[in-house]
């Protein structure tokens, strides 16, 4: 049985790879077109900063295309197998449904922590290094007209904080502080020109900083201005904070998610988008043992000559709907407030009644 494991964990290994370069290639090749818009002689976002900005968001694919990868992958060598009767042979040497079942399963443990992996460390870090890049070659990020807006007590106060773009990640632009008391009236508001994160001193140093604060001596309230070439603003916003209310939230680990929604339901703001996606980074990568239960009905199946194309093309529609499934059931669920745990798992709880359903059927059964 070890030289027959072997031999499936290495051609579908290898099955794999192929299939997940190819569609590396392909977005990669899409992903250079849309972004040489953006290329310009005149400015210092040139074909040398699209090409490695292009190639930071490999990473971030690469974790997207896993379980059809995984799943395209196995089906082929599953359906070869069939073809060429090895798995026929496989068989009469004593590897039955549970044994096979078992086989891939491990294979599929291994493709889950490949894409814990790629998706907690690799593509993160990658996103951060992409979003300097850019920031360099265009100025600053943002979103909207407004930028991004987030809140936090301190004590019995509020805070509400507006970010308009980020230059890099934790060096943010024109950063507007509002304060309010325990009433819900302002005391202060800080307009500053740039800020940068200091999240081992949990503060931000803020530069130009314009200070407006209500003073009040007996019945008198006055208005007091001043101005500050820089100064240190106490908080617990990270960088990763307003980088997810900023840009993409699926570009943060699952603790930095984790922690920033924790963040915003402590401060009485909407998490519901946030939750589904935390979610769907959980299970996500749980994805690839259900797609390696899908392919394992394609061994016991009878091929024609010629026919294994056709269910390769099932198994490419097949993940490719897998794929589409997991975005719209995030959209309803936060449309309809469903709750997140269920949005996020219902795709892999579907494809998982429907793979159990085919192996039964089609293995134990026939």
Same mark, same amino acid.
């Given at each position: ?143 909207g007209a407004t930028g991004a807006w987030l809140k936090e007590k301190q004590g019995d106060h509020s805070i509400a904080i507006n970010v308009r773009a980020v230059k890099a990640p934790g060096d943010f632009v024109s950063v507007r502080v509002f304060e309010f008391d325990g009433d819900g009236r302002i005391v202060r508001q800080l307009n500053a020109t740039a800020a940068q994160v200091d999240e081992d001193n949990d503060q931000w140093l803020m530069q130009g ?37 900023? %840009?993409?939230?699926?570009? *943060?680990?699952?603790? #930095? /998610?984790?922690?920033?929604?924790? @963040?915003?339901?402590?401060? =009485?703001? !909407? ?14 990568? %749980?994805?690839?043992?259900? *797609?390696?239960?899908? #392919? /394992?009905?394609?061994?016991?199946? @009878?091929?024609?000559?010629? =026919?294994? !194309? ?14 589409? %499934? ?8 936060? /449309? ?27 293995? %134990?059964?026939?």
């Amino acid at each position: 049985m070890k030289v027959l494991r072997g031999l499936i964990y290495r051609q579908i290994l290898a099955a794999v790879l192929y299939v997940t370069l190819a569609f590396l290639a392909l977005f990669f090749f899409f992903d250079l077109v849309d972004e040489m818009r953006w290329v310009s002689r005149n400015s210092a976002y040139g074909i040398t900063q699209a090409l490695l900005f292009v190639a930071l968001a490999i990473p971030g694919h690469l974790y997207e295309l896993m379980p059809i990868a995984v799943l395209i992958g196995t089906i082929f060598v599953m359906a070869r197998f069939a073809q060429s009767s090895e798995f026929t042979i496989m068989r009469t040497s004593g590897m039955g449904p549970w044994l096979a079942l078992r086989t891939l399963l491990v294979l599929g443990a291994f493709f889950v922590a490949v894409t814990v992996i790629v998706g907690d460390y690799a593509a993160p870090a990658a996103d951060n290094v992409a979003q300097k890049l850019r920031a360099l070659g265009k100025g600053q990020l943002t979103r909207g007209a407004t930028g991004a807006w987030l809140k936090e007590k301190q004590g019995d106060h509020s805070i509400a904080i507006n970010v308009r773009a980020v230059k890099a990640p934790g060096d943010f632009v024109s950063v507007r502080v509002f304060e309010f008391d325990g009433d819900g009236r302002i005391v202060r508001q800080l307009n500053a020109t740039a800020a940068q994160v200091d999240e081992d001193n949990d503060q931000w140093l803020m530069q130009g900083v314009q200070e407006s604060r209500l003073s009040t001596e007996g019945d008198n309230t006055k208005l007091v201005r001043s101005t500050h070439e820089s100064m240190s603003w106490p908080t617990k916003v990270t960088a990763a904070m307003v980088s997810g209310a900023l %840009l993409k939230p699926d570009s *943060m680990s699952t603790i #930095a /998610l984790f922690q920033f929604i924790r @963040h915003l339901d402590a401060n =009485g703001q !909407a998490v519901q988008k946030y939750e589904i996606e935390f979610w769907r980074k959980v299970f996500y990568p %749980l994805s690839c043992l259900v *797609m390696v239960v899908l #392919a /394992l009905p394609f061994a016991y199946l @009878h091929f024609r000559s010629g =026919g294994i !194309a056709t269910y390769v093309f099932g198994g490419v529609m097949a993940g490719i709907s897998f794929f589409l %499934l997991n975005n719209v059931f995030g959209y309803i669920g936060t /449309l309809q407030t469903w709750w997140p745990w269920l949005t996020a798992a219902a795709p892999g709880l579907l494809y998982t009644a429907l793979s159990l359903s085919a192996f039964g059927w089609l293995v %134990l059964r026939r």
